[in-house]
T-cell receptor
Framework: GAGVSQSPSNKVTEKGKDVELRCDPI?????LYWYRQSLGQGLEFLIY????????KSGLPSDRFSAERTGGSVSTLTIQRTQQEDSAVYLC???????????FGPGTRLLVL | DQQVKQNSPSLSVQEGRISILNCDYT??????FLWYKKYPAEGPTFLIS?????DKNEDGRFTVFLNKSAKHLSLHIVPSQPGDSAVYFC??????????FGTGTRLTIIP
């Protein structure tokens, strides 16, 4: 069956440019998460969508980061004016509900030059 | 404030022996714990979970132990196989809250 998909798989951009990362969760999953993993680091929580509730944005590192989830399905993570420290693997996960097992996508590898 | 901690960033174990990965947590409200496994260039995959009403859960070669009084859980893999080489993350949650992940332990199985 279809799992979580993310696009692009790799993205190289120049410092100062904006980037958009896309996540397609598993159909029927109401919860969607964004994480990032920097080189040698653990999973850093960014943002959490649960159904129609207001998203939990407590993990977003700065106001350059934003995310939206349209129609309760696809989500886009936008990073404005990218910095070199934004280079990381950005992972998306979805689950049936907030505390259920999360299923991860393969990630988008972002490199900011 | 790191609520879920994996204090060993790496671990090497001989093939066939037991691998023990440890995880400590500080939030006594956590009542659901999971282990994820991550290969390079892939997203993490769910391995095994345990709720706080239990102290042990077993699935094939994988067993998770929970010690609530010590706020400690561990993952035992026996016997360890080369394909077990990966980064292992523990995670915890309570109520309907999101999971909180640890920083991961890189396990290397030596043939």
């Amino acid at each position: 069956g279809a799992g979580v998909s993310q696009s692009p798989s790799n993205k190289v951009t120049e410092k100062g440019k904006d980037v958009e990362l896309r996540c397609d969760p598993i159909s029927g999953h109401t919860a969607l998460y964004w994480y990032r993993q920097s080189l040698g680091q653990g999973l850093e929580f960014l943002i959490y969508f649960q159904g129609n509730s207001a998203p939990d944005k407590s993990g977003l590192p700065s106001d350059r980061f934003s995310a939206e989830r349209t129609g309760g399905s696809v989500s886009t993570l936008t990073i404005q004016r990218t910095q070199q420290e934004d280079s990381a693997v950005y992972l998306c996960a979805s689950s049936l509900a907030g505390r259920e097992t999360q299923y991860f996508g393969p990630g988008t590898r972002l490199l900011v030059l | 404030d790191q609520q879920v901690k994996q204090n060993s960033p790496s671990l090497s174990v001989q093939e066939g022996r037991i691998s023990i990965l440890n995880c400590d947590y500080t939030n006594s409200m956590f009542d659901y714990f999971l282990w994820y496994k991550k290969y390079p260039a892939e997203g993490p995959t769910f391995l095994i979970s345990i709720s706080s009403i239990k102290d042990k859960n077993e699935d094939g070669r994988f067993t998770v132990f929970l010690n609530k009084s010590a706020k400690h859980l561990s993952l035992h893999i026996v016997p360890s196989q080369p394909g077990d080489s990966a980064v292992y993350f523990c995670a915890a949650s309570f109520g309907n809250e999101k999971l909180t992940f640890g920083t991961g332990t890189r396990l290397t199985i030596i043939p």
